[in-house]
């Protein structure tokens, strides 16, 4: 039995794949390890060989080079219906001739499953998705939600190992996409197995994942919780793919203890305090990173004493977003400033060309080496 102080087992491994087409390189020297029962997303713009990775594990592509090992057993020459895994695409190809019940007994019939067993199974996926009373129906007479937990369902009735899911909810209403995240996961939590998510969209990546590995140019540039990701970002792209960050470059004026760090903006810009998880030193070229929502922006009456990080500037533009303002403030030295501000009497008085004062953390000020 394992332990709580023992270290998650490990389901999938990738060590040092690449994948090419012609002279097209997709995946470059990448390795990843995917723990049990945990919900990993592979997040990144398109082009930028999450697919790939995906069908490789699947069987559907193989690597040029490198290792693929599912439950310790490399997968080299394994065809795909020989692997525990199981995949689902963003056309469902449920069998529209089959009712919902022959569309989810449909694999366990192919693997000659005992018909009482084949019953068993099917009602509890039913119960798992909550669909009892819908087994009759054929594919056409479902709604599109509906339609997208039968081929779930269809999906894990055969117990995979790994269900590796290419932007399932890609094609659904916004609405529909957000009920249906919050289904993946509780049936990921349920059955307590591994799925492999691709998508790239941030928000689903953040709402949905134990991990999330992002990607780009086909090389994994961070793997790390939606709380590591967002607010810790390794990288340039990260800080600038995942959520919405002011990005600045500069040079390290001066060190300190605590991975603190100050850096002058180019273009005779400021001095701003920053942290790092990299060692820097004096003179080095860095990217800094602010996020729009660190930002809090004050008409000069309500400043009051200049405390901590700040800058002078003037409302550009002012777009209304729901639950927040969104600003942009061109500063005292030409630099374009975004800010999230929540709506209330101080933003809603801030019209165009009106001065102001932004302030924020420099504890929330990331230095990135690129």
Avoid at 44 to 56: D, E, F, N, Q, Y
Avoid at 183 to 196: D, G, H, M, S
Avoid at 293 to 315: D, R
């Amino acid at each position: 039995m394992v332990t709580s102080d023992q270290p998650p087992e490990t389901v999938v491994e990738v060590r040092g794949l690449s994948k090419r087409f012609g002279t097209t390189t997709v995946l470059n020297n990448i390795s990843l390890q995917i723990r049990r029962g945990e919900f990993l997303s592979l997040l990144g713009p398109s082009g930028c060989g999450k697919t790939t990775l995906l069908r490789i594990i699947a069987g559907f592509e193989h690597p040029s080079e490198g290792q693929l090992l599912i439950d310790g057993q490399d997968m080299a020459g394994r065809p795909a219906y020989s692997r525990n895994t199981n995949m689902i695409f963003q056309q469902l190809a449920l069998f529209p001739h089959m009712t919902v019940n022959q569309n989810l007994a449909f694999g366990l019939r192919m693997k000659k499953m005992e018909p009482a067993k084949i019953r068993a199974k099917v009602g509890e996926m039913l119960d798992l998705i909550q669909l009892n009373g819908y087994e009759n129906r054929m594919p056409d007479q479902l709604s599109g939600g509906q339609r997208q937990r039968v081929a779930l369902a269809r999906a894990l009735v055969n117990s995979p190992d790994v269900l590796l899911l290419d932007e399932p909810l890609g094609a659904l209403d916004l609405q529909l996409r957000l009920q249906l995240q919050l289904e993946l996961r509780r049936l990921q939590k349920a059955l307590n197995r591994t799925f492999i998510f691709v998508t790239h969209d941030q928000t689903e990546a953040l709402t949905m994942s134990d991990r999330i590995a992002v990607l780009n140019k086909g090389e994994i540039v961070q793997v790390g919780t939606a709380q590591e990701i967002y607010e810790a970002p390794q990288v340039r792209f990260v800080a600038a793919f995942v959520g919405h960050s002011n990005l600045f470059e500069g040079s390290v004026l001066a060190t300190h203890p605590a991975e603190n760090c100050q850096v002058q903006l180019d273009g005779g810009g400021m001095t701003i305090g920053c942290t790092s998880a990299k060692v820097l030193v004096q003179g080095q070229k860095v990217c800094v990173a602010l996020r729009y929502e660190n930002i809090a922006l004050l008409s000069p009456e309500t400043a009051g004493g200049l405390i901590g990080e700040h800058c002078f500037g003037t409302v550009q533009e002012r777009t209304y977003m729901g639950g927040y303002t969104r600003f942009l403030v061109r500063t005292s030295w030409g630099a374009e400033i975004t800010a999230d501000v929540p709506i209330d009497a101080i933003s809603q008085s801030l019209s165009l060309g009106a001065q102001v004062q932004l302030r924020w953390s420099s504890s929330q000020v990331i230095a990135l080496t690129n």
